[in-house]
């Protein structure tokens, strides 16, 4: 016990400055943006004078970032969907020994090797409106007047320019559920499965009744992972589409880096990150919970 | 045991002093230099910054000069790096910025910059500047920096191909303009090519817009916040702009201001508003004025000239600030401005440039520049704050689309309201 006691104290001392510098420059500086968020200080020159919630008041009013939320919103909800049915719908095709597994699991993956940077000049191009994609559709002799990310229609607030963006996240992120799907289903005893099949159930029943049960930790854990990619998503539309015609595809990260850099309303960028913490928290705090829960039983 | 916490804590140390050191001995690389900061990385600009360099080391050898350059974001993110550096104590010994508000409303009135009116007056340069140009750039009766080139913003590039194939003639009135695009339209070509993936070209387009209706001096009284945006003229103005979006290309969103200036030159649109660095554009691609494009001032703003400019300013406790004067001058100086200007397609600043070394439209500029009444360009920083001009920009980004003009006017009175000088 002696020995351990020590180690421990070593242990401490060893993360220390790590923890120091993780307060200081992740919590701490949380801390100062929430101050200054309710600040005037919305001009080069520090203004601290408080205003109270004048910032969040002057943001939840603004057609721009109520679009963004709404944007949020919509590009969290298909972009899971899409990536956690398509990623299970692909792990179980090559789980179920599908031939050339190897190289499909290989191509699959591959777009994550990307960054949403290049990702998004890639998926510019095909959805530009006059050469892209819609050009390949007139070759075949229709007429393509589908905007994509440039279109403006709105269908009971989800702007159909999203899809543009849907379809390039999801591509990007569609194998890394994939594999971590195949990880899971890799994980499952042969002999669960022999034996309900010995019990007669069919591969539907199997899938419903035993994949599924089982593999239930690894899509909470995907949804989480690709919740904070989508709630916080910068770079990919920031470099595809930009905020788009009347916000059709901004988001509350544009928005930030817009009104605090190009503005100089650093009290207002202060609220934004303040309300996407707030976003990203509401998802990840349920799973740390039930995590550190799992962890103690 | 303690001998191994020892040796833990010194390596810890020792690692932690060294990154201190690091920055220390950065900050202190005192020798005979100059740090000149931009978002000029690329093309004609950055050629031309290079002119300016071998100019100033051929009068100052001993310099050495230090190029802090940050790329992307149409200056934004050179803009977040120099806040950082500015509020942080660390200013370069000079920055390009907009000069005009961009420059007073940011970093002047939150007293950054020193004053520099008396480079100007050392040197003898304080005529060489025509009058309205010293008033963009001054601020409480003090110049506070030195604009290298003036930029035109309200030039219309148009085919001359496809109007002499309807027999038509540039649009000299707003009433002209829509004369001709509705031709154009009856024959399927879009009249006017707009590229606004990034708004700001919306706003270009509009500030000419407002200029044709309400003239030089109530354009800058609306910018100074002393006429009403729900002003009749002003309304017009806003009108016309929702009636011009019915004549432009439909994939306006997805373009770059550049690809609209070339649809013009290739035909595949008639007109195009946009500053005149869209002559560099047409040159670098060889694209022959007279044949594949060619510019009138935009309808209704002939003998008006809204000029926006780069300036170089000294940020005060500028490191080397004897090395930043002797910039400054050869920024206002006639061999400066002419080493620069050619290569960035602009025209300088100064009354006297050097003709010959000008293109045919740079010329044309100079005239205009020298005779027109000039006024400060919105879209690029000259005329408002940074703030406003986000606001602004926000705006346009939903009036290009819905076109509600009411709507459109009360924003923009309400931006007015919040960010006007008081």
Redesign the interface.
Known sequence: MYCAK?DRR?AV??LL?MLLVLFIFVYGFIAWSLRISFTDW?????NMTSVGFENYQRLFSS??FQTDIRNTIFFTLFFLVICIVGGFFLSYLLYSKLRGESFLRTIYLFPLSLSFVVTGVLWRWIF???VGINSLFRMMGFEA?F????S?YSIGGFNVALIALIIAASWQYLGYTMAMFLAGLRGIPDQLIESAQIDGAGELAITWYIILPLIKPITFSAMIVLGHISLKIFDLAYVMT??????VTDFPGLFM?????????YAEGAAISIIMLILVAVVIVPYLISTLRGDSE | ?KK??MV??LV?LMA?TMIFAQGTSDAKAESNTLEIFSWWTAGGEADGLEAMYNEFHRQYPGIEIINATVAGGAG??A??VL?TR??GGNPPDSFQVHAGHELID??VV???MEPVTFVLEDAGYMDKFPEDVIDIISYEGEVYSIPVNIHRSNVMWYSPKLFARFNLQPPKTMADFFRVAEVFKANGIPALALG????WAATHLLESVILAHTGPDKYNALWEGNVMWNDAQVRSALNDFAKMMGYIN?????LANMDAAGYVAEGKAAMNVMGDWAAGYYYSQGFKQGEDWDWVPTPGTSGNFIMLSDSFGLPKNAPNRDNVIKWLTLCASKEGQDAFNPIKGSIPSRIDGDRSKYDRYLNAAMDDFASNAIVPSVAHGAAIS??W???IN?IM??F???LNVDKAITEFQAAADRYAPK
Request: charged letters at 20%.
């Open positions: 020590k070593i001392l060893i400055p919305n001009s080069i020159l520090p057609q721009r530009s409106p006059e007047t905007g994509w990310f440039t403006t930009g905020k788009g015609p009347a916000f880096f817009e009104t605090t850099f190009r503005g100089n309303h | 045991m191994r916490i833990g804590l810890a932690t934004t993110n803009k977040a806040a500015m509020q940011t970093w939150s007293g950054f606004d993936n990034e708004i439909r994939d306006h969103a997805a940074e703030p001009l986000t606001r926000d980004s939903v290009v689309t819905d």
